[in-house]
Every structure is written in C-alpha cells, then in structure tokens.
C-alpha cells in the first residue's frame, strides 16, 4: 500500500505525457496559482509520446517550471488492462478500443490513488480536451464536450465515474488547440513544437497495429468468403481485419467488398456488399452512465460510433439484467449505420453533454 500524508487542498497532480497539452495543462494551472506536481506513468518500453521519449521530455518540463516530477512505473497494468485486453479482443474477433479502457484503469484511477495516498493530494489534471460542470439541482458532475470540437476528446472519457470526475481538472477544455500551441510558444516551454502523436502509443511503439498484433497472435491462412460461403480468396489471419474495411482484402470483384463479419471458429473473413454493413441495431456492454443517473426507460439522445464520426440520432434502451459483462443497453438508431464494429465505444450525448456509453457488443438487426 502507498504511505499517507496529509490532505493539501491546493495542491493538483498533472498527469505528464511529454506532450504539448499535458504541458501547457501544468503551466496554466501553475499560473492560476496551484500548487503543481508532474506525475508520468510509464507504460512500456520503446518510443512514443508517453514512453521514454515522453518520460524524459516531462523530466525536462518540470525542471524548467520549477514543480516535482514523479514517475511510476505502470508497465505491468498497461500489459494486465491494455496489452493483453488487445490481444484477447482481436483473437476473439473483434476490434477492441484501448483508449477508454486505459483512461480508466490505467491512468485516472491509479493517477488519483497515487496523489491521495502517497502525496496526500486530492485533485488530478490531465491535457484532454473536455469540461466539467456540476448540475447545481442534483450535485451530479457532467462531462461535456470541450470548446474545440475538433479537438473535443470527451469520446475516450465516457468511462470515468463520478468519482474521477470531482477530482479531475481540464485545464484546456476552454480553449482550441492553437490557443494551445500559443501559450507553449510564450512561454518557451521545451514542448511547445512538439509534433502531434497521430496513432495509438502502441502503434507508435510497434510501427503498425498488424506488427503489435503480429507479435502475440500467430498468423493463420484461412478464407475469405461471402454470406452464402462461397470462398473469394484467402487471408493470413483474421485479426488483421475489421468490420467495414474495405482495402487490403485482395480481391477482384464487380462491385466494392467490406468485411462484414469475423468467425474466428472458423478461421473466416466474411465479406459482401455496402449494403450488408450497414445495420439499425446493436446491444452494448459495460455501460457507464456519466452526466445522469442510469434510467429505466428508453431516452433520445445523439451518438458516436467511432470517435471522428458524426453524432447521429439514436434511442437508448436499457437492458434491466446485469451479466458478466456489466451494466447493458441496446441501440436503435434513427437511420441504418455503416461500420458498427464490435469491441469500439459507442458513447451517446446530449447536446454537448455526455450521458453514457460503452462498448458494442454485437449487432441485432
């Protein structure tokens, strides 16, 4: 168990990445007159912005503010919770989203455990772009959408409890990314021209999400059919594919094909036309109800499928039985959607408010 010390209320633990947000996170708050202490966890060996690269960079930016700068060693429940949870989706055959997962298990839980047992401080800061409020009739806390919505990354934050969300600080959910860059820049901070990280941290590290996944799932040819079984071709693995891809299949065919479907029983790729992606319905799992209390009765909200789509209208339905997988709802959506895939986060607003959201489980109609 971590040690105790006493509370200290003025006091905030930036989450460091070695990024210009979590930077410019810190020095914000440094100026609205906290008390400033880094926190970097280190996830994995190799490159990458929160990897060593980023570790000695956020080494870097706390010596030039002036603020401590601690490093925990988080490898083991990155590969528990990240690593191993990727690996175990994709053999099942479906395509899992890391990113919600680990801002849950890996960094704000374990980030806020850190700062009150070891450095007896009771709030945390990270550099996503989102905001916080406080519903002044209930107390609940709301997540929303951040002011930049091109930015917005509330999407990967629909797993945090209320509980996260009464200690968390986003510093940046008011402002856009060039804000952003501009403040880095006038304050000289060492990561103020730092590139963008443009894919996962695992991808960054491995240089392909088929090289990761290479690494622990072994290949193996099989065939790529279409709804009726008719064999089209062959593949080398079923975890180098997703529902809706349409590139890579390697095969001619009159019209465009997209994968519809992965039976890893059977060592298939099913594949058919635009039409046979497209579907009305689909159950979810490991729901979290964020910004209201879990209802029992189907509400109208707006949802993303994926985290660069477009919200689109959708009744929520929740599913009264629990299961080994959690808390479920069931989705129907206004209009058929392209790509529903297994395994990613379907998270559901309202307005620029975030309700809920959890993971597709499969599809019903």
């Given at each position: 168990?971590?040690?105790?010390?006493l509370?200290?209320?003025?006091k905030?633990?930036?989450g460091?990445?070695?990024?210009v947000?979590?930077?410019?996170?810190?020095?914000?708050?440094l100026?609205?007159?906290?008390?400033?202490?880094?926190?970097t966890?280190?996830?994995?060996?190799g490159k990458?912005?929160?990897?060593?690269?980023?570790?000695?960079?956020?080494?870097?930016?706390?010596?030039q503010?002036?603020?401590?700068?601690h490093?925990?060693?988080s490898?083991?429940?990155?590969?528990?919770?990240?690593?191993?949870?990727l690996?175990?989706?994709?053999?099942?055959?479906?395509?899992?989203?890391?990113?919600?997962?680990?801002?849950?298990?890996?960094?704000?839980?374990?980030?806020?455990q850190y700062?009150r047992?070891?450095?007896?401080?009771?709030?945390?800061?990270?550099?996503?772009?989102a905001?916080?409020?406080?519903?002044?009739?209930?107390?609940?806390?709301?997540l929303?959408r951040?002011?930049?919505r091109?930015?917005?990354?509330?999407?990967?934050?629909?797993?945090?409890?209320?509980?996260?969300?009464?200690?968390?600080?986003?510093p940046?959910?008011?402002?856009?990314?060039?804000?952003?860059?501009r403040?880095?820049a006038?304050?000289?901070?060492n990561t103020?021209?730092?590139?963008?990280?443009?894919?996962l941290?695992?991808?960054?590290?491995h240089?392909?999400?088929?090289?990761?996944?290479?690494k622990?799932i072994?290949?193996?040819?099989?065939?790529?059919?279409?709804g009726?079984?008719?064999?089209?071709?062959?593949?080398?693995?079923?975890?180098h594919?997703?529902?809706?891809?349409?590139?890579?299949?390697?095969?001619?065919?009159a019209?465009p094909?997209?994968v519809?479907?992965l039976?890893?029983?059977?060592?298939?790729?099913?594949?058919?036309?635009?039409?046979?992606?497209?579907?009305?319905?689909?159950?979810?799992?490991?729901?979290?109800w964020?910004?209201?209390?879990a209802p029992t009765?189907?509400?109208?909200?707006e949802?993303q499928?994926?985290?660069?789509?477009?919200p689109?209208t959708?009744?929520?339905?929740?599913?009264?039985e629990?299961?080994?997988?959690?808390?479920?709802?069931?989705?129907?959506?206004?209009?058929?959607q392209?790509?529903?895939?297994?395994?990613?986060?379907?998270v559901?607003?309202?307005?620029?408010?975030?309700?809920?959201?959890?993971?597709?489980?499969?599809?019903?109609?």
């Amino acid at each position: 168990m971590f040690g105790h010390s006493l509370k200290i209320m003025n006091k905030v633990v930036v989450g460091l990445s070695g990024g210009v947000d979590s930077s410019v996170a810190a020095a914000t708050l440094l100026r609205q007159g906290y008390e400033v202490v880094g926190l970097t966890l280190w996830l994995m060996k190799g490159k990458g912005q929160c990897c060593s690269e980023g570790m000695v960079d956020a080494a870097q930016l706390c010596e030039q503010l002036e603020i401590p700068h601690h490093v925990v060693d988080s490898r083991e429940l990155f590969q528990a919770n990240i690593v191993d949870y990727l690996v175990a989706g994709y053999e099942a055959g479906i395509t899992p989203l890391p990113c919600s997962q680990c801002t849950r298990t890996v960094k704000f839980g374990p980030m806020l455990q850190y700062a009150r047992e070891v450095l007896g401080i009771e709030q945390i800061a990270t550099g996503h772009y989102a905001r916080i409020t406080q519903n002044p009739q209930t107390g609940r806390y709301q997540l929303q959408r951040a002011l930049d919505r091109t930015k917005d990354q509330s999407y990967f934050l629909y797993n945090l409890t209320q509980e996260h969300l009464a200690s968390a600080l986003f510093p940046l959910g008011e402002q856009t990314k060039t804000e952003t860059r501009r403040i880095a820049a006038e304050l000289e901070l060492n990561t103020a021209h730092k590139p963008e990280s443009q894919d996962l941290c695992l991808i960054e590290a491995h240089g392909s999400m088929r090289e990761f996944l290479d690494k622990y799932i072994s290949t193996r040819k099989g065939e790529i059919v279409d709804g009726e079984g008719n064999v089209l071709g062959h593949h080398e693995g079923v975890h180098h594919y997703t529902i809706g891809q349409r590139k890579g299949l390697g095969i001619a065919a009159a019209q465009p094909l997209y994968v519809v479907g992965l039976d890893t029983g059977r060592n298939r790729v099913i594949v058919g036309d635009r039409d046979s992606v497209q579907k009305r319905e689909c159950t979810i799992q490991q729901v979290n109800w964020v910004s209201m209390p879990a209802p029992t009765a189907p509400i109208q909200a707006e949802v993303q499928i994926r985290y660069r789509a477009q919200p689109v209208t959708v009744t929520v339905i929740p599913v009264a039985e629990e299961s080994q997988s959690g808390t479920r709802a069931k989705l129907v959506f206004a209009e058929p959607q392209f790509s529903i895939t297994p395994g990613q986060a379907a998270v559901w607003y309202d307005g620029d408010v975030l309700l809920g959201g959890g993971l597709i489980e499969r599809l019903t109609n």
